[in-house]
Structures are given as C-alpha cells and as structure tokens.
C-alpha cells in the first residue's frame, strides 16, 4: 500500500523523522507511481529512480534531518540538476549535464525533499507545448495540462509525487494548476533564488509550487525560504475576512465556467463570514497586460541572445515569434514598461486599504481541448507584473467536467495572509462540497 503517499506533506516528513516511514519506501512508491501512470501523461521528462534512491537511502543512514525529509519532489526542466540532464524544454540542450543544481533545488534537498526526476516544461518555459496531456481529460479526448509548468501540474494532480517546483513569467504556474485541477502557488516575485533557472525575464520570473493543498505549498516555500509565518500560514486566522472581487480588464474572456468557479468561491467565504465586495482596479492598473507583454519580450530576446545567435534554427515557430516579439520592443519602450510597472504596483498597494485579499480568475475557462497550445494567461500577466503572491485554489469542475478555480492574491509580501485565506478558502469549499 502506498496510501502514505496522499498525505499532507508536513504528516508525510514527520512520519519519515520519526522512523515510522523510510525515506526509501517513500521514494520507491513514487517511484512505481510514476512507473505505472507516466505512459499515458508524459508528466517526466527525466526520471532519476537509481539517483533518487541513493539519496533517500543517505536520508536513512544519516537519520532523517531537515523539515521535508524523504518528500518525493519534481524538478521542472528549466532548473539545473547535477545528478539528472536538464533540456530547458529545447532540442539545443538535449543532454546537457549542469555541474551543480539550482539555487532552489539545492534548498529543497538540504530540507530533505527527493528530486525523483524532471517535469516536461514547455519550450524554454514560453508557449510551444510539450507532450503532456492533463490527467483528468479521457485519455481519447486530451487536453492540455497548460503551461509552461506542465509536466509539474500533471505529475502532482495524477498523485505521482506531492510537490513540483514550477516557474512563472506569464501564468506559469496558476494556468497549469487550474487546467489540472490543483494548487499553484507564486510566491511574492523574489522569494526564492532564481540561480541555476534559464532566464527568461527576470524582472518576471518567479519560483513557486504546484501542490494538492495550500498547506502543502505554504509548508513547501516557507521552509525554501526560512519563513515561518509563511510555512504556518495554514494555521493563522485573519478576522476580519475582507475579500474584494476583481473581475480584472479582462473579464469579457471569462467563459460561463469561471464566472461559475469566482461565484463558488464568494458563496464559500460568505458562509464563514466573510465580507465580499467588489474591487475596483485603479486606473494606474489597466495597462498591466501590455506592460507584461512588453517587459518579457524584451527581457527574453536579450537572454537567449545566445542561442538566437548560434541554433536559431533549432526553434520553434512558437519560440522563434516570442523573440520577435522582443525586437519590436525598444529600449526606450521598456524602461516606459517598467516605470509603469512600478507605479502601478504602488497604486495596488494604496487600492488595497480596507481589503485582506483579492479573488480573480484564474484562466478563461476549463483547459482547452487538444495539446497543440497551452491556454492563454490573459487572467495571469498582471499579477506577474504586480510581484504579488497568488495562489490557485480548485474550487470544482466546469461544464464538461474538467477542473476550475479561483486565484487569491494580495499585495506584495503579504504571502502569509495570502496563504492563509486561500486556506480557508479550500475548507469552506470541502465542507460544502462534501
């Protein structure tokens, strides 16, 4: 039996400190796990069963030490491995070896979490898919998992491991996590180390968490980034509960099924005494999305400066318009961007006054059908933009039986009150569910 598997993390690592679980047992479930879903998902780029056994055996023999002690963890192959390839999603790389992991891997694995292997990512993370299909569409009529973190989303909602490190520039991270029908958190944009992650804009680029629940992300980051409020946002109850609904410039591309999904959500916290009112974006805020657009393109095609130089025929069409994007982009442009950027971020902050947190959609609607493109994060640029904390919370199924959800942000390093009400979140909507 490998039930122990479905457990929250934070019952998982303890039962593995105290000796009741080995490390080892822990990986090979996810292991066989893996080993009997994968064919028809395709969730792993690299699986790294031998190396991943050694280092929870190293786990037992030293007596498991750290808050995450033989977790079962997905690396997304955008970050650096020594022990396992890492292709950055791109046939340029194939093979490539790191000499040392990334910044957050390297924490992960000192806590004691096991990198099992490497989840598929999109192309250089943008928006040429790879070949994982959602787990929770019929294996006749696929659909995509989103992306660019798709194999992380994937391999999480299927139980194969507990945790999957995603990026997120765009919508990442929450796309992928609404598509699987899961919990995606983006920490506040710097949170954790972006060392040994390929660039894509790092103005952007943010390291968070795909997860079964919201403790399991907030117990997952807040021990990466030494933050105790943070891995114990679960347990903190905020009163009151002043939720502001923002239904964002873009609320014309919500489909029936995620207007359906914010409705759910606000009946959730009414219940539990929450206060529910609008939230109205301030003027400053409407041109957050061609900001976005504007800063990653840049960003982008002077990061991959490098291979545009000596392999652009190696990519994409997907990818080979993405850097074309960034050369309609001036520098004088950017730097428009970015201030915009800023000041936006500072009328957001001022907004909020009077509000604990903000829920939005979190993509137009249920996953698309088909795997030949993986959604649009139209409800995701802003908040990339913004820096702020978001998380995905599930809060049900669409039209045609396919996951939707909520997004619940709030202002930058706020991610404690975040986590919390997002927590409080997903009980209301099991005890109504249920």
């Known amino acids: 039996m490998d039930d122990f598997l479905d457990l929250p993390v934070r019952t998982l690592a303890a039962m593995v400190s105290r000796r009741e679980l080995s490390a080892e047992a822990v990986v090979r479930a996810a292991l066989a796990r893996i080993a009997a879903q994968d064919a028809g998902i395709l969730a792993w780029q690299h699986v790294g069963g031998d190396t991943a056994v050694a280092q929870a055996r190293r786990l037992d023999a ?96 299927a139980g194969m491991v507990p945790l999957a490190f995603g990026t997120q520039t765009a919508g990442s991270i929450v796309r992928p996590a609404a598509y699987c029908g899961v919990v995606g958190y983006k920490p506040t944009h710097g949170t954790l180390p972006l060392a040994g992650i390929k660039p894509l804009a790092p103005s952007l680029d943010t390291v968070g968490v795909l997860a079964r629940r919201v403790d399991d992300a907030a117990f997952f ?34 489909g029936a099924d995620t207007q359906a999904a914010l409705d759910t959500a606000i009946r959730a916290l009414e219940r539990i005494g929450g206060t529910v009112r609008d939230f109205n974006l301030p003027q400053a805020c409407h041109g957050l999305t061609e900001a976005q657009l504007d800063i990653m393109a840049f960003e982008a095609l002077a990061a991959f400066a490098p291979e545009a130089r000596e392999h652009a025929e190696d990519f994409s069409a997907a990818f080979a318009r993405q850097l074309e994007a960034g050369r309609a982009v001036t520098g004088q442009r950017f730097h428009v961007a970015l201030a915009y950027a800023e000041a936006a971020r500072t009328a957001f902050n001022t907004a909020m006054a009077g509000f604990d947190v903000v829920l939005a959609p979190s993509a137009e609607g249920e996953a698309p059908a088909g795997l030949g493109a993986t959604g649009d994060p139209i409800f995701c640029r802003m908040w990339s933009l913004l820096g702020t904390p978001c998380v995905h919370v599930p809060t049900g199924t669409g039209a045609t039986g396919m996951p939707v959800g909520v997004t619940v942000t709030g202002p930058r390093h706020a991610d404690a009150r975040v986590l919390g009400m997002a927590h409080r979140l997903e009980q209301a909507l099991g005890a109504s569910l249920a």
């Open 62 to 157: 030293g007596g498991a030490s750290g808050a995450l002690p033989g977790v079962p963890l997905g690396a997304k192959d955008l970050m650096d491995t020594a022990d396992m390839p890492t292709t950055y999603g791109s046939p340029i790389y194939a093979g490539h070896r790191p000499g040392v992991d990334a910044a957050a891997v390297a924490l992960a694995r000192s806590a004691g979490a096991v990198v099992v292997g490497k989840t598929v990512t999109t192309e250089f993370a943008t928006f040429q898919p790879g070949p994982t299909r959602n787990p929770r569409a019929p294996a006749d009529r696929p659909r995509t998992p989103g992306g660019s973190s798709s194999g992380s989303a994937a391999a999480v909602a």
């Open 221 to 254: 980051i807040g021990t990466l980034a030494r933050d105790a409020a943070l891995a114990d946002a679960s347990t903190l109850r905020h009163a009151p509960l002043r939720i502001g609904i923002c239904r964002t410039p873009h609320w014309e591309r919500a």
